[in-house]
């Protein structure tokens, strides 16, 4: 997500690497590189050149102290401008009412469906709702049977009506049933189209007037760039409606959509979807966005999800068993199973500082913790909690039985040895484990 845009901006700041001041010459042609890099993200170039020409302004007008650099001076300028065409302060949505009612519009395969699915777990889990999802794609194979199939899979049910063929008839009929049977959220999801037209337009607009939402989001692939900047103006001069979501962001896109829909609908992005699994919904922040796109990491996220996982009780447990040197298999697979459930390994990783261009072009697959998962799942218990006993004969064993080599479960039980101690000298350093604390442990 944003690599080349992020490699190109890199690119632009050089030009006032180890320059001792900002002058009219540095600062235009650093300018110069940063709008060419925004219209090759897909941004307009009306906004691209006003988006710099604000940069150029605010940084002819700085006074660079003497411990700032020009080109740090100039990634603070790009930063602030950025989190500001994206929208400036995050934009939470709108739960008001009971039952509270949010109404998902898009295009056909924007993502509308997966969106409302991961919308209705981000509300159960996060927010202590009690959703239903409504089934208003009545023109689509098998749009009713996906949604129920995803609705079983989170545990919220899903209200469809066989043969309607009255998306309205249907909306107005959910929302009466959330209320007599206790749902205080209700999601609608409705038709899409592959393009524009008015008879799509019309049924959406309809639906709305009949169930008044509190929320109108409308779901947009990220992948389409400046063309889905230009349906959701559409939709947004026929619906008014209160927010976006950038699906696909996982993807090879370049950004344009997520830097520019804000400045030309006015309406702020509220959601980012990075992926398919259901806990890849996350609330969109321009700040952390911005920093991302800058290569300053997005740490701040990296924390919450860890936060998600960390279980304080279990968390004791460990540091007490690292203390006594006994940190074991088991311990360290309990370990690897929270870093998968915090998403993608991968880009995990790419919100750490400094990282994110160091893996860029790393193969980091989460399938390679399975190769490790199966070295550990072939020992016997007594093993897993005495990593001592795994003498030759016993690593061969574990070898065959997992599918690997000697030399790769050598080198495992070498490394696993290693991070032993370098946790216990981590706990010596801090008072023997005193206010230490380990990122996971449920």
Known sequence: MFENLQDRLESAFKTLKGQGKITDVNVAATVKEIRRA????????????????????????????TS?????????????????????????????????????AGLQGSGKTTFTHKLAHYLKTKKGKSPIMVACDIYRPAAIDQLKVLGQAIGVPVFSEEGNKNAVDIATKAIAHAKTHGFNTVIIDTAGRLAVDEEMMQEIERVKKAVNPNETLFVVDSMTGQDAVNTAKTFNDRLDFDGVVLTKMDGDTRGGAALTIKYTVQKP?????????????????PERMAQRILGMGDIVSFVEK???????KKAQELQKKISKNQFDFDDFLQQLNQIRKMGNIKDLLG?????????????????????????????TPKERSNPDLLNGTRRKRIADGSGNSIQEVNQFVKQFEEMKKMMKGMQKMQGGGRGMRMPFGR
Do not use: C
Request: proline share 3%; glycine share 6%.
């Open 269 to 285: 992005i509220k959601f980012v979807s990075l992926g398919e699994k259901v806990d890849t919904l996350d609330v969109f922040y």
């Open 306 to 312: 860890a936060q998600e996982h960390y279980d304080e």
């Open 351 to 379: 919100m750490l500082p400094g990282v994110g261009k160091a893996v860029k072009d790393m193969d980091i697959d989460d399938k390679s913790f399975n190769k490790i998962e199966a070295m550990i799942l072939s020992m």
């Open 38 to 65: 925004l219209v090759d993200a897909d941004v307009n170039y009306k906004i691209a050149k006003e988006f710099t020409d604000k940069v150029k302004e605010k940084a002819m007008g700085s006074n660079v102290l």
């Open 68 to 104: 700032v650099s020009p080109g740090q001076l100039m990634v603070k300028i790009v930063n602030d401008e950025l989190v500001e065409l994206m929208g400036g302060a995050v934009e939470d949505i709108n739960l008001k009412g009971n039952p509270s009612i949010i109404l998902i």
